[in-house]
C-alpha cells in the first residue's frame, strides 16, 4: 500500500518517507533502460522519469541545501545524455533520403547509447542506491524560522 503524503506533515518528514521510495523506483527504472536491449521509445520514457526525478528533489532543495548540488548535478548529466540520444533519433526521421547523414547520425547514436551506459553505470555504481536512500531518509528541517512554516493545504 503506497503511503499518503498528510498535509500536517512538514516537508522533511514528508521527504524521509516519499524520496527513498521515489529514489528505489529511479534506479529500478533507470537499470531497465541500461539494459542493452532497451529501445528507443523505454529510452525516452527513462529520460522523462529522470526530470520528474529531479524536479522532485529540486522541490526538496530547501530542505536538504546544497548538499543536494551533487547529485542533481548526476541527474542533469544522465537527462542531458538522454536528450542527446533523443535529438539523434528525431534528426534520423527528418533526414531518411540522406544516406551520409543518416550513417553519420547512426554513430552519432550509438555513441551517445555507449556515453548513456557508462554514465549509467558510474551513476548506478556499488551502494549507490542505498547511499541515495539513506542521504533521502536524513532529511533535516532547515533551520531558519521563515523556511520551516508549513506551506499551506491546497
Same mark, same amino acid.
Request: glycine share 2%.
Given at each position: 500500500?503506497?503511503?499518503? $503524503?498528510?498535509?500536517?506533515?512538514?516537508?522533511?518528514?514528508g521527504?524521509?518517507?516519499?524520496?527513498p521510495?521515489? !529514489?528505489?523506483?529511479? @534506479?529500478? !527504472?533507470?537499470?531497465?533502460?541500461?539494459?542493452?536491449t532497451?529501445?528507443?521509445?523505454?529510452l %525516452?520514457?527513462?529520460?522523462?522519469?529522470?526530470?520528474? @526525478?529531479r524536479?522532485s528533489l529540486e522541490?526538496?532543495?530547501?530542505v536538504?541545501?546544497?548538499?543536494?548540488?551533487?547529485?542533481? /548535478? !548526476?541527474?542533469?548529466?544522465?537527462?542531458?545524455? =538522454?536528450?542527446?540520444?533523443? /535529438?539523434?533519433r528525431?534528426? =534520423?526521421?527528418?533526414?531518411?533520403?540522406?544516406?551520409?547523414?543518416?550513417?553519420? =547520425?547512426?554513430k552519432?547514436?550509438?555513441?551517445?547509447?555507449?556515453? @548513456?551506459?557508462?554514465? $549509467?553505470?558510474?551513476f /548506478?555504481? %556499488?551502494g549507490? =542506491?542505498?547511499? $541515495?536512500?539513506?542521504?533521502l531518509?536524513?532529511?533535516r528541517?532547515?533551520?531558519?524560522?521563515?523556511?520551516r512554516r508549513?506551506?499551506? !493545504?491546497?
Open positions: 500500500m503506497k503511503p499518503k $503524503w498528510k498535509p500536517s506533515v512538514t516537508a522533511a518528514e521527504a524521509r518517507v516519499f524520496l521510495q521515489l !529514489a528505489d523506483k529511479y @534506479f529500478n !527504472a533507470g537499470r531497465k533502460a541500461a539494459d542493452k532497451r529501445s528507443t521509445k523505454a %525516452h520514457q527513462f529520460r522523462i522519469a529522470t526530470k520528474r @526525478f524536479y522541490l526538496f532543495q530547501p536538504f541545501g546544497a548538499s543536494l548540488d551533487r547529485r542533481l /548535478d !548526476a541527474l542533469r548529466k544522465l537527462q542531458r545524455s =538522454l536528450g542527446k540520444l533523443n /535529438d539523434y528525431a534528426i =534520423l526521421k527528418l533526414v531518411a533520403d540522406d544516406e551520409t547523414l543518416q550513417a553519420q =547520425l547512426e552519432a547514436i550509438k555513441r551517445q547509447l555507449k556515453e @548513456f551506459r557508462r554514465r $549509467w553505470k558510474t /548506478d555504481s %556499488h549507490q =542506491l542505498k547511499s $541515495w536512500k539513506t542521504y531518509a536524513g532529511a528541517a532547515p533551520s531558519s524560522p521563515a523556511s508549513r506551506p499551506a !493545504a491546497p
